[in-house]
């Protein structure tokens, strides 16, 4: 993950845009005209659609995104291009085609509920001339770019010819083009790199039924070879991802909770282009489009993911390193601010942890029990000296983050300088403050930056201190 932060791709992204529009209102009564529901619109919005779904994706990440697709002179179009070069996307290569209508869609919700779809666009396949224009746009630098996605929504931009003509040539260049399909026939791909196709998409390309792990890797195997694929790949929703390079493999899902899988294969396919052009294998690709999708699926609507949600999804799942759960003040207030958004209840506590035994282990298990995220403050090394005396502490303050890092119940370290951890709880303002039943009736530092405090009892006989001394009388 920390290679991936330093890196920004440049991903050229080319598909079928379109602006999806939002009417938020309510219903209170049915209009006299007609037996049909009055909506009174209360807010609008409107967000990238399409093709413009991934390049949220790819930009959230913290790629550099450039787009090529043909829309119409019309106003959806220049409201569309105003959208992407509001957040950095590079639209020289958007080709203006005079008797198109740039897509929109839009949606009227009544009390959280869709009642009325109407769309404003053509779908009819893009002219001989735009097409032209597209490759002749691209073609001069085209080997600058890591990574060519291919988002077909079936809208007309990207066809046979289209396809064929961008794949050829980022092949003569060596550069991976990633397309997400559309309709049953994949052979327009014919040379891609990799395909991404859910299973359902698989079965009507392949008219293979996909009802075990024979008839997915024939499935795979078909495509691969129909269409002359690097990698043949499948997502399979909560199942995961199976690739076949030169032999089967799954990654599995590891989303916790699913609220709502809209937009979750654009969200694959641009963290997938994004692993890849770090150099990753498709096996790390998968896991980390998985880690991704997991974000994604526990949100509401169309979302997108960052590179930091990512890390902090993994952590949860504790299967990344203990390095991933070691934060510094920055850090861990972005995170905790992340955190309350979404409702999740923050513990802190802290403490020097020099020899970790058991009755630490039970006492973070208990903090944990208090709330969703513990945090936990850790004295350095010259605080302990000053808190404790000259020989200590036993360990180091980066083993000590270390191995408290690892432990199940802890979510993030956050080592500090001060012999009191009074600016940390200032800065995080836990829902809960955890201390040792030691501190019954005195007072605790940091209690008025919380939400309540929680004192918690020692287990008798297990302390750092108790460690040392059985060490020394051997």
């Known amino acids: 993950m920390k290679i991936l932060k330093k890196l920004t791709p440049k991903i050229l992204v080319i598909g079928d845009l379109m602006i999806d529009h939002y009417l938020w209102g309510s219903c209170e009564r049915i209009s006299p005209e007609a037996p049909v529901q009055v909506v009174e619109i209360q807010k609008e919005t409107t967000v990238l659609g399409g093709a413009g779904n991934v390049i949220n994706n790819l930009n959230t990440l913290g790629a550099s995104v450039s787009v090529s697709s043909v829309i119409g002179n019309d106003a959806n179009g220049i409201e569309l291009l105003t959208m992407l070069k509001d957040i950095g996307v590079n639209t020289k290569d958007i080709i203006i085609q005079k008797d198109r209508k740039t897509s929109k869609k839009s949606r009227v919700i009544a009390i959280s509920q869709q009642v009325l779809r109407y769309d404003n666009e053509s779908k009819e396949n893009i002219k001989n ?15 600058d770019y890591d ?12 066809t046979d010819e289209l396809c064929q003509k961008i794949i050829i040539l980022c092949n003569k260049n060596s550069v991976k083009v990633l397309v997400d399909p559309k309709g049953s026939d994949f052979t327009k791909y014919k040379g891609a790199y990799l395909l991404t196709p859910n299973k359902k998409e698989a079965i009507l390309a392949t008219g293979i039924e996909i009802d075990d792990e024979n008839s ?15 990698i043949s790949l499948i997502t399979l929703s909560e199942d995961g991802i199976a690739t076949y390079e030169d032999e089967l493999k799954i990654s599995p899902t590891v989303a916790k909770e699913v609220f709502d899988v809209t937009g979750a294969g654009d969200t694959v396919i641009a963290s997938i282009a994004f692993a890849l052009s770090a150099k990753k294998s498709i096996e790390d690709a998968a896991a980390f489009s998985n880690l991704a999708a997991g974000v994604v ?7 997108t993911v960052t590179l930091d949600e990512i890390e902090e999804y993994e952590a949860s799942l504790h299967k990344s390193s203990s390095d991933a759960h070691i934060k510094n003040f920055n850090d861990i207030e972005t995170i905790v601010n992340r955190y309350r958004n979404i409702g ?18 039970k006492y973070l298990q208990i903090a944990k029990s208090f709330g969703d995220v513990l945090i936990v403050g850790l004295n350095s090394d010259e605080s302990v000296l000053r808190l404790k005396g000259p020989t200590r502490p036993i360990n180091i303050a980066e083993d000590r983050a270390y191995l408290l890092a690892a432990l199940e119940a802890v979510d993030f370290v956050v080592p500090f300088e001060q012999d009191t951890p009074h600016e940390l709880i200032k800065m995080i303002k836990p ?4 201390k040792g039943g030691d501190y019954e009736g005195k007072k605790v530092i940091g209690s008025e930056f919380s939400g309540e405090l929680r004192l918690v009892d020692f287990v008798d ?3 750092t201190t108790k460690t040392i001394q059985k060490i020394k009388a051997g």
């Open 129 to 143: 001339l735009s097409i032209d224009n597209i490759v002749n746009s691209i073609s001069n630098n085209i080997s």
């Open 147 to 158: 990574v060519v996605i291919l988002s077909d929504y079936g809208k007309g931009v990207l």
């Open 216 to 230: 997915l890797k024939e499935a795979l195997l078909k495509l691969k070879k129909e269409c002359d694929l690097d």
């Open 297 to 303: 699926v526990g949100k509401i609507g169309s979302a």
């Open 344 to 361: 999740k209840k923050v513990v802190f506590t802290n403490g020097c942890f020099d020899i970790l035994h058991v009755g630490h282990v």
């Open 431 to 434: 829902d809960t403050l955890v």
């Open 461 to 463: 006989g297990k302390s």
